[in-house]
């Protein structure tokens, strides 16, 4: 009854998890109307790149307009970690007021700002402005489902800083912009549910508007070693939209990503998860209960000395692993990272995380993981206790740092090379003492807290007694080497994940929305049954094979596909952000990108590598206590 059952149930969280990730997400929160006449302000943010993983705050660049008085709105963790350097604007939007053509300044440009307005053109820098929470958005068209004649609006974040001719090699700048704000009318009100930015590049020093409808204006040429007049101006118009009610005006920025593909992968990895789990079944169900019918017989147990295989491992299987202390605390900060996955996963399911919500992704995930230290604690300290230790302090302290200590580190020396770069993605000196703080008085309490309590917790009780004296290991077959047996084990958890990851990867790296937490869930479901079984199967070759040194191997085995996933990183940078503009990259951007890689691949380990661990754990238990030896 329990393989038709779990079934069901797997189908039927499929179907659920289907379906929210198809329909259900909250697209904005907190409707705001404006009256006809009253001032809709416009914010600019940041410059970003989809070749080059540096963002620039708008108003760092030295040929942009700048306001006298900036000011600068309140911006959460999550909006400061991923560059977010939100700033009011001189541009005037009024609801429902058209205007034909205006001047924002006429700006001189150095030399230097000259050449320097080049290279972010070349570079396929986009601008990125915000109305109502909205970005503003390049316009794509597209023929609906049918194949109608019909076409359909998709938005695109952020708009081009200008136009580059690879032939030719020459920037333009775009120094007019014409927005198309589009609205809806609610009784005496409107609300805002699209925001669309055409630029174009006019060359104009004249301080005054240019002739829009001439076509044959000479656009305005940048990069040059020499002093440029350039004079900004901009065009607004409304446009009543009654195809999109504001409770979907996010749906446009959301249709890029074909649905085909994520059912694709998911059909993908279920025949994976499916042929695993029938080799699993045969392996070890008529394998492993051949073996223990015949170690149970009492013509046997005479002769267990001239057995073979994981039989004779009975007295060193349980033996606490070398740099048990160390373990510990790295399989308690696992757990913690597992647990942070989990819980952000659902709250964007439940819509909690959507776009509107600037940010809310990173913001979100730091509170649940410095909530989640009491987790690390309570699983480091009993795992500890069990394996001898005696400082459950020590081993607190341990879980508290072994994890972040590395990753702020690495975050810190980052952090230098893109302070010099002044990039908006280089962390504020507030920032940092702010996670400090938020380490210090949050994560470590909770972290000590757990550890006394797990700690003060009975041991687990193991079925087997430990010998004395350790067996010693066999040499081991080739494919059972360390560095063999980690590749093959993370082939088939890879295999599970690998068109996901790249929806992934597209979303962090060329600021794409990723709202799908659906799809997410449903693969993640399935990784989670394929690392287990991937690491139970590897364990019991391991101990098959004599290998009773199994603890640190179960851990590597479930984090193993880690290492395919900072090579797909690789290849995803040469052949997405490098793809086409060989010539962009320099040591600063590079650097960021396989830094913030190894971080992700990192994460990932530790989530999969404690499901890897605790698969494991509870296999080798389970075997041995059918055994009852005594």
Known sequence: MRGPTSAKLFGLALLLAGDMADAFYIPSMGPQSFKPGERVPL????????????????????????????????????????????????????????????????????????????????????????????????????????NSQ??????????????????????????????????????EGRRIVGFEVYPRSIKNTSGNCPNLKDKSIEPLLVGESKEAKVTYSYSVHWVEDTSVRWTHRWDRYLTATDQQVHWYAILNSVVIIL????????????????????????????????????????????????????LAPLLGTTVQVMYTFIVTILLGILGILSPSYRGGLLTTGIVVFLLMGSAS?????????????????KNAVMTAI??????????????????????????????????????????????????WYGFKRQPYSEPVRTNAIPRPIPPQPGYMKPVPSILLAGALPFAVIFIELFLVLKSIWQDSFYYEYGYTIIVGLILSLTVCETTVIMVWLSLNCGHHRWWWRAFAYGASSSVYIFAYSVFFYFTRLRAGMPDVAGFVPTLTFFVHSLLISAAYALCTGSMGFFAAYFFVRRIYRMVKLS
């Open 150 to 187: 019909t076409k359909q609006k998709e938005y695109e974040p952020g708009f081009k800083i200008g136009s580059y001719g690879k032939v030719s090699g020459r920037a333009y700048l775009n120094n007019h912009v014409t927005m198309h704000v589009l609205y809806e009318k609610r009784g």
């Open 43 to 146: 914010n600019v943010n940041r410059v970003f790149s989809e070749h080059v993983p540096l963002p620039f705050a708008y108003y760092d660049l030295p040929f942009v307009c700048k306001p006298q008085d900036i000011r600068r709105p309140w911006l959460n963790i999550g909006e400061v970690l991923r560059g977010d350097r939100i700033a009011s604007s001189d541009y005037e939007l009024t609801m429902g007021q058209d205007t034909e053509c205006r001047v924002l300044c006429t700006k001189t440009l150095t030399p230097a700002a000259n050449e320097e307005a080049g290279r972010f053109v070349e570079q396929d820098y986009l601008v990125e402005w915000i109305v109502d929470k909205l970005p503003g958005a390049t316009v794509f068209l597209k023929h609906g489902a049918d």
């Open 402 to 451: 072994l994890v972040p200590a590395p990753i702020i580190g690495a975050q810190l020396v980052l952090n230098m090379f893109l302070w010099y770069q002044a990039s908006s993605a280089a962390m504020p000196f507030s920032t940092i003492v702010l996670l400090f703080v938020l380490w210090l008085f949050i994560k470590l309490p909770l972290t000590l807290l757990g550890g």
């Open 377 to 393: 604690g309570y699983y480091s300290g009993h795992l500890y206790r069990t394996w001898g230790g005696t400082n459950w302090l």
């Open 275 to 326: 042929l695993l789990s029938g080799v699993v079944a045969i392996i070890l169900m008529r394998m492993l209960n051949r073996d223990v019918s015949m170690y149970t017989e009492e013509e046997f147990r005479d002769d267990i000395e001239e057995t073979s295989g994981w039989k004779l491992l009975h007295g060193d299987v349980f033996r606490a692993p070398n740099y048990g202390g160390l």
